[in-house]
């Protein structure tokens, strides 16, 4: 997906390929636990690589079957009025997008979300907790969209006036977001985030 704004385009780096290495890397690092309990005839010790081993395909299938789902819808483009926000401001969201192949789309989702991550240390252990906040959210429905139609969206979002501002420190992050998503069946969902920094101002 590409964001424009203020003229300036922006690839977005949500990419399922991530996955797909990190899980050829967990299959192969896996895989030495494998040859290893099977040269010295230890059966148990095998059987634990192989699990590893098979956790490792599944996201090597979930990361394929995102990169079809994302060969299957194409790029729309998306405006944003500004990423750079102060609490309480309002701005707005709009896309466009031509399907370049036959597709059915079930449901598109729209949503403006606040993420808080805190990290914990108790002794020796580090624990991280995450929550979001869905402060808005608009759904459209869908339907089989043929090689050529076009679809096309806006919506008026706001950073609510009691809102937190962006903060990203040692043990706390927060963030804002925009989420848009499509959900193609029988396949993982078609997800992107555009992040946006919220000043610790008020909207004049």
Not at 182 to 195: G, K
Request: proline content about 6%; charged content about 20%; aromatic content about 10%.
């Amino acid at each position: 997906m590409r964001v424009n704004q203020n003229n300036r385009s922006v690839n977005l780096t949500n990419h399922p390929g991530c996955l797909l290495g990190f899980g050829l890397f967990w299959v192969a690092f896996s895989t030495v636990f494998v040859v290893i309990g099977l040269k010295d005839e230890n059966v148990p010790f095998a059987i634990f690589g192989g699990l590893f081993v098979l956790i490792g395909v599944g996201m090597v299938g979930y990361g394929l079957l995102s990169l079809y789902t994302r060969a299957r819808i194409g790029k729309p483009d998306v405006n944003v009025s500004s990423k750079l926000l102060c609490v309480g401001e309002p701005f707005s969201l709009s896309y466009v997008h031509t399907f370049q192949q036959a597709v059915r789309v079930d449901e598109i989702v729209v949503q403006l979300v606040f993420k808080e991550t805190a990290v914990y240390q108790r002794g020796t252990d580090t624990k991280t907790v995450t929550h979001e906040e869905i402060v808005a959210e608009f759904r459209e429905p869908g339907r089989h969209f043929q090689a050529g139609n076009l679809l096309s969206n806006a919506y008026s979002l706001q950073i609510p006036p009691d809102g937190m501002h962006s903060l990203d420190v040692r043990r706390n992050k927060l963030e804002w977001f925009l989420r848009l998503r499509m959900s193609v069946p029988r396949l993982p969902d078609f997800v992107e985030q555009i992040p946006l920094t919220v000043r610790p101002e008020l909207v004049p």
